[in-house]
């Protein structure tokens, strides 16, 4: 996220940047190595890690994070990852450029798609999992959210009522308010961000479990979407 961030910044798309960390019901060393992988920020870029023992649905714990940001001014994009995911260095070039389409008007939000690695299952589950991304493929976009690859300008995020708090699936949530306020949504094919292919996943109904459940039954309907990953970072 720091390469990301350092490119937005040399090429002018980015002033200044903010990074919040949520250790959320951490019982690790989480937020002391989040601190310190974030001590020697340059001047434009500052930082804060917060510990949270609040409730569990991810959403809250997204929309807590942000809450804790209250001095954002409303032009502001929020991205959002996870902590087991990697992003390319043009991630938020990339996202931005999105937002900004030469032939419609600009859009809320952004929607990325993510490639799981270091996902140990056999040839039919990684098939399977592939026919399932591929059937939510458009020539122009898709129909997939994920929280490790997702940006929202803060003033359309506000507007709606930020992340809702289901016990899963609150991205999908956000996009879908978003949407039904008539605000557009982007969902470009790049950048894509790298993300884990642990499993069990940390979250339930999380990517995971999604894929836990594919490594045991390659039959699983084609219809279904991948649900939402379970940390933001």
Known sequence: MLRALAHAHRTGEVREARVLVSAHRCTDATAARAEAALADLPPWCTSKVVADDGPTPVGAVRHRLLERADDLAGTTWVFSTDADSRVPSDWITGMLAAARPADGPPAAAVAGLVDVEHWHADPAAREAYARLV???????????????????????YRAVGGFPAPEHGEEHGLVAALRASGRRVATPHHPSVATSGRTPGRAAHGLGELLARIAEDPCLPDDTTPPPLDVVA
């Open 134 to 156: 591929e059937s939510g493929l458009t020539p122009t976009g898709h129909s997939h959210v994920y929280a490790a690859n997702l940006a929202v300008r803060l003033a359309d």
